[in-house]
């Protein structure tokens, strides 16, 4: 079942404006990824963080594993119109148990 | 490299039937896992599968039940269904624990 806090769970906003997300957890993660879900297909990995601290970039997209293991953010800069989807936060335990987040939404008027 | 493919994709079924979702991972994965989404839920495991043994499950009753093939393709079983099945059911192949997921594009199950 799902342990992430994820926020916002909806977000609307313009074409051309930047998005952040975030995902937070009481528990230590080894592993955080973010994935997008378009509709009716399953969810697709865009950043997968391995290290406490670490900054990954893939495009217009930036993602950062928390210091503290137990949060990740991802930003989204000059959103276009096929950014929409739903925003998916995973952790990965020492168990190697997987835990979504409950996703952000996000819809780009253009 | 063919991605994870799920079979079918859409599923209409009848209160109190069983069914049966198939999915092929990508060639070399040898791990599984099921999950359940619905729009009030999020993303729910059912269960994950390693060369054929069960490794995890999720909180799901009984009725829910999987399998996984020497080949590594594994298929789930929802018996006696109920209108609160519908959902889209999601595999994930990954070459092993501790490995990322690869998603397949799911099997809308609807129960009428």
């Known amino acids: 079942g799902q342990q992430l806090n994820q926020s916002p769970q909806s977000m609307f906003i313009q074409e051309g404006e930047d998005v952040s997300m975030n995902c937070t957890s009481s528990?230590?993660?080894?592993?955080w990824l973010w994935y997008k879900q378009e509709p009716g297909e399953g969810p697709v990995l865009l950043i997968a963080l391995y290290k406490a601290g670490e900054l990954t970039s893939n495009g217009r997209l930036t993602a950062q594993f928390g210091i503290t293991r137990k949060d990740s953010f991802l930003n989204i800069s000059a959103s276009i119109p096929s950014d929409v989807g739903i925003y998916f936060c995973a952790g990965q335990a020492n168990n190697n148990d997987m835990r979504f987040g409950a996703g952000t939404r996000l819809t780009v008027k253009p | 490299k063919a991605g994870v493919t799920q079979t079918p994709r859409y599923l209409i079924k009848t209160r109190g039937q069983q069914v049966t979702l198939s999915c092929s991972p990508i060639?070399?994965?040898?791990?599984v896992s099921w999950y359940q989404q619905t729009p009030g839920q999020g993303l729910q495991f059912l269960f994950e599968?390693?060369?054929?043994?069960?490794?995890n499950k999720g909180n799901f009753p009984g009725r829910f039940s999987g399998r996984q093939f020497s080949n590594s393709r594994s298929e789930m079983n929802v018996s006696t269904l109920e209108l609160g099945d519908s959902a889209l059911y999601l595999c994930?192949?990954?070459?092993?624990?501790?490995?990322?997921?690869?998603f397949g594009s799911g099997t809308r199950l609807t129960v009428v």
């Open positions: 599968y390693f060369s054929e043994t069960q490794r």
């Open positions: 994930a192949s990954s070459l092993g624990q501790g490995i990322f997921y690869t």
């Open positions: 528990s230590i993660f080894n592993t």
């Open positions: 060639s070399g994965h040898r791990s």
